[in-house]
């Protein structure tokens, strides 16, 4: 927030049931949203919660951790979680800086 204005950007990716990164947001978000759009899950990470953790809630379950899901100076990284990265689904995102 070096302008001192906070940013948001809102993006998709196409899970690929791997580690993937994505770099297209451009800056190190404070604050990241998931929602996969093809099977509802929903997840939260916040800076300042542990490297690879974050909250993941899908239908009427209890929350559950988020697999690998890292912040980048470009952006984020998200492991191979079967809720978020799932192969060739829609996971929108929100990065808030």
């Given amino acids: ?3 001192g204005r906070s940013r948001t950007v809102v993006g998709s990716f196409i ?11 451009g800056f190190k978000p404070h604050s990241l949203d998931l929602f996969n ?18 909250m993941k809630q899908k239908g009427a379950t209890t929350g559950a951790a988020i ?11 998200i492991g191979a979680d ?12 929100v990065a808030h800086e």
């Fill in 1 to 3: 927030m070096a302008s």
């Fill in 15 to 25: 899970g690929t049931g791997a580690s993937l990164t994505i770099s297209k947001v």
């Fill in 37 to 54: 759009q093809d099977d509802p899950a929903i997840g939260k990470h916040v800076e300042g919660m542990a490297t690879g953790v974050g």
């Fill in 67 to 77: 697999t690998g899901i890292v912040l980048t100076d470009t952006g984020f990284t």
């Fill in 82 to 93: 079967t809720d978020l990265n799932v192969d060739s689904e829609r996971t929108w995102f």
